[in-house]
């Protein structure tokens, strides 16, 4: 009885969409990005979903005190103010280029996508 997200329902999921992806990706490239439920390409890709979770709902935690707060931390969010607040998540600290290029462009799609 597991609760919250793990490897496997994260796969049962958004598998198929990375691998489509991946396809995508390898017919205007050479090289060949192994995209197998094992693989590091879906570690990478579960731990920056579990990362913008956590950020977003770091964000709305605050939405139970007053509104205010609540946009507040969706608009730092959406200009790449990240709050990180698990000591699971400064891993992603190591390279501010992925958390530039990947991680805030995905949180700025998941907030109009939602919106």
């Not at 994260?10 to 060949?32: A, G, L």
Request: overall charge positive; some cysteine; aromatic content about 8%.
């Amino acid at each position: 009885k597991e609760s919250g997200i793990t490897r496997t329902s994260f796969c049962n999921v958004y598998h198929e969409w990375i691998v489509y992806c991946v396809t995508r990706k390898d017919r205007n490239n050479q090289e060949h990005i192994e995209s197998s439920r094992e693989s590091q390409l879906i570690s990478l890709c579960l731990a920056l979903s579990l990362l913008g979770r956590r950020a977003l709902g770091a964000a709305s935690h605050n939405a139970m005190s007053s509104v205010d707060f609540f946009l507040h931390g969706l608009h730092a969010l959406f200009k790449g103010d990240f709050r990180i607040t698990s000591m699971r998540d400064e891993w992603v600290f190591s390279d501010m280029e992925l958390l530039r290029k990947v991680v805030a462009p995905g949180v700025r799609m998941s907030l109009k996508l939602h919106q």
